[in-house]
């Protein structure tokens, strides 16, 4: 009987200190058992530059606040394969997520899962609904960039006739935000005489891209300019132009990276096209995500936080009803600073 006695209090013991050792493990784990200083960051897909800066950025963010960053991204565009990732990242009890969004509306019941388990969600660079989200962190304003894009593409056709737009996936809430911008813009007086032929979805996949403007060139003869507001998308599509000579004849605009578009700028692809800095994106992402997490800011609109050497931000409403921080306005790259910037990002 005293040996039972003796057993049972052994075994009590090594449970009680293995369960402390689960719950407040490295001395990182918060009351409700979430990991308070461990971060993800989930891109669209893999094999994408931008993407890979964006979380490098992130990354950085959360190791110069001593904290741990996951950095998930799957190997196509979908929002099934985010799902997984998310469901694992529930499992590991984490503190946040920040989500580059496959999909606007159908991540929400897992985001909600995870709202529900402690962890902190946030979308950035490409968003979820208002319901899935604290809140988002947005590159650039999307009324700019829109606008921005149609002036572009007014400019380098001339005032008139056909124009694409190459995008990423048909589901990319980014990209979508970006094209309601672009259509209604079209709408106005000034563009009457510009007519957008078509969209066509690349994926943010390389071939795709490639071949999707080669079909854009085929069923278009007339094509003017192509806007592909997506890195993958309009790297594509400058090398289709120049390996065809079309150089001055259809002309490319967009948001590129100039690491990438360097020499469609020089060669005269694409005059000029748009981007703010990926790496600073993710980078302010990463104080957000330790800002919600430390409960310095719930996400609501009025909310102030100071991102590291990006300075403060306070966040504000966002068009779709949530809220969003804003990093910057889209700054333009065109032959006279392009060389400044390619070996940047
Ligand atoms: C691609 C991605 C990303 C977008 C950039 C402009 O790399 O679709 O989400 O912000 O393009």
Request: hydrophobic fraction near 40%.
């Amino acid at each position: 009987m005293k040996n039972l006695v003796m057993k049972v209090v052994v075994l009590s013991t090594v449970l009680a200190v293995l369960c402390s050792a689960m719950v407040f493990g490295g001395g990182q784990r918060a009351a409700g058992g979430v990991s308070s200083n461990t971060h993800a960051i989930v891109f669209k897909s893999t094999g994408n530059p931008y993407g890979e800066r964006e979380m490098g950025g992130f990354e950085a963010g959360i190791k110069e606040q001593g904290g741990t960053a996951i950095l998930r991204a799957p190997d196509l565009p979908t929002a099934e394969a985010q799902i997984q990732m998310i469901e694992q990242l529930i499992a590991q009890r984490i503190a946040s997520i920040c989500i580059v969004g496959n999909d606007f509306d159908a991540l929400q019941p897992v985001l909600t899962r995870a709202q529900n388990q402690g962890i902190k969600v946030f979308s950035l660079d490409s968003g979820v609904n208002p319901a899935s989200r604290l809140t988002h962190v947005n590159q650039a304003d999307t009324q700019a960039i829109g606008e921005t894009l149609v002036e572009a593409a007014y400019d380098m056709a001339g005032g008139s006739g056909d124009i694409a737009i190459l995008s990423a996936t048909s589901q990319a809430s980014n990209q979508n935000a970006w094209i309601a911008v672009m259509q209604e813009t079209l709408k106005q007086p000034k563009y009457a005489n510009l007519n957008l032929v078509k969209i066509a979805y690349g994926d943010d996949l390389r071939d795709k891209s490639v071949s999707e403007t080669e079909a854009l060139l085929l069923s278009y003869p007339n094509l003017k300019c192509i806007i592909a507001p997506t890195t993958v998308g309009i790297a594509a599509a400058g090398k289709v132009l120049a390996d065809r000579g079309l150089q001055g004849k259809v002309l490319l605009t967009g948001l590129g990276l100039p690491s990438e578009m360097a020499e469609y700028i020089d060669n005269n692809v694409c005059p000029y096209m748009y981007l703010w800095n990926p790496i600073d994106v993710g980078y302010l992402g990463a104080y957000v995500a330790t800002a919600l997490t430390s409960g310095k800011i719930t996400g609501k609109a009025g909310d102030t936080f100071t991102a590291g050497r990006l300075g403060n931000y306070t966040i504000i409403q966002a068009p779709d009803g949530g809220t969003e921080v804003l990093l910057g306005p889209p700054f333009k790259f065109d032959k006279a600073n392009i060389n400044d910037w390619k070996g940047v990002y």
